[in-house]
């Protein structure tokens, strides 16, 4: 079994983001994308653009996009001209909303809201009339199919993205009951829809970074462990693996989470506005533990050996450490030679 990688950038600086892609590619990422969180970064869809035009062979796509800030036909003819630019590399990737959304006062999509978003965004790049919120819509200029992935984070979603999503990107965790109880439930549902989970392309969300000890990679990129226990904190306990002593820690940080900082720095004197909680709240370990690949290359590599031997083949990184440069240069020399023979630029 050979792994497959992912990384996701944020579109702040245009040429930094140009470098950053050409040199994923360059290191044998087959995936490259940028999130959709406005207050944040710059435009989703014109960094997806500087994706194609910098890369040649990788995929590429939202990491993530949401229902709630875009409408289904905006979406879906901006990704239609990210897939004729990129000639048909593009994938559109959806979640319900994070801070793409909390950041302008709204609220997150629900999961029919999502159902009923996905369906009409297929239906319109497939050429087909599409119902949304009780209006009808098609294109005339577009035909041909681009995947739909999701980001279930819990087993509502789970069941959702096993009945309708082309892919997932799966944000519950990597211990050994979260990942066979995940791909469990993404089983049943795909049986119950009439598919196969072969049917669905399945990567993992990780948080990640090397460094010379596993304490400076976890203090690099405490915003991103925060930011996924945030959304690990919401809704309900019940089937998420969540010790009890854990989630009323999770309430916490969920009440204090800052969204202007979700993807704030740990450079020296830059501002921190949520990264002090990792350890005011004793979830350092449990977050790390749970949805890190963090420590030295050594460490690195044998997370990844431990979580082929779960059945996972497809990691996604998010561009959260300080030096992401030299995170891919390592990522290229020292790890993905060791996983994808052949993979490498």
């Known amino acids: 079994m050979q792994f497959a990688f992912g990384h996701g950038f944020n579109p702040i600086r245009i040429d930094e983001h140009r470098r950053l892609t050409r040199l994923a590619e360059q290191s044998g990422f087959g995936m490259v994308m940028n999130g959709d969180t406005p207050a944040l970064l710059g435009d989703h869809y014109i960094g997806l653009a500087l994706i194609a035009q910098e890369t040649s062979r990788c995929r590429l796509g939202s990491y993530m996009t949401n229902p709630v800030t875009r409408h289904p036909a905006v979406a879906a003819a901006a990704i239609a001209s990210v897939n004729e630019l990129s000639q048909g590399r593009a994938f559109l990737g959806l979640a319900t909303g994070d801070s793409g959304v909390y950041n302008f006062g709204l609220k997150p999509a629900t999961l029919a809201e999502m159902e009923e978003y996905i369906l009409?965004?297929?239906?319109m790049l497939n050429g087909r009339e599409a119902t949304y919120h009780g209006n009808t819509m098609r294109f005339d200029w577009y035909a041909r199919d681009i995947p739909i992935y999701m980001a279930p984070g819990?087993?509502?979603?789970?069941?959702?993205?096993?009945?309708?999503?082309?892919?997932?990107?799966?944000?519950?965790?990597?211990?050994?009951?979260?990942?066979e109880n995940t791909l469990q439930q993404l089983k049943t549902a795909a049986s119950?829809?009439?598919?196969?989970?072969?049917?669905?392309?399945?990567?993992?969300?990780?948080?990640?970074?090397?460094?010379?000890?596993?304490?400076?990679?976890?203090?690099?990129?405490?915003s991103g462990l925060l930011g996924i226990g945030n959304r690990l904190a919401r809704f309900q306990q019940v089937g998420k693996f969540i010790p009890d002593d854990i989630w009323p820690r999770l309430q916490e940080l969920k009440q204090r989470y800052d969204f202007m900082g979700h993807h704030?720095?740990?450079?020296?004197?830059?501002?921190?506005?949520?990264?002090?909680?990792?350890e005011e709240l004793g979830l350092r370990d449990y977050l790390a533990d749970r949805f890190g690949i963090v420590g030295t290359t050594d460490d690195f590599v044998a997370t990844l050996e431990r979580l082929r031997g779960l059945g996972i083949e497809n990691v996604a990184f998010s561009a959260l450490?300080?030096?992401?440069?030299?995170?891919?240069?390592?990522?290229?020399?020292?790890?993905?030679?060791?996983?994808?023979?052949?993979?490498?630029?």
């Open 120 to 123: 009409a965004v297929r239906s």
């Open 154 to 179: 819990g087993p509502k979603g789970l069941e959702l993205a096993g009945r309708i999503a082309d892919g997932v990107f799966l944000e519950t965790g990597f211990t050994p009951e979260v990942v």
């Open 192 to 222: 119950a829809a009439g598919r196969s989970i072969d049917d669905i392309d399945v990567w993992w969300h990780a948080r990640a970074c090397i460094a010379d000890t596993r304490d400076e990679a976890i203090d690099n990129i405490r």
């Open 264 to 278: 704030e720095s740990t450079k020296a004197g830059k501002p921190q506005r949520n990264a002090v909680m990792l």
């Open 321 to 345: 450490m300080p030096d992401k440069f030299d995170f891919l240069e390592r990522i290229g020399k020292e790890v993905i030679p060791r996983f994808c023979e052949g993979q490498t630029g």
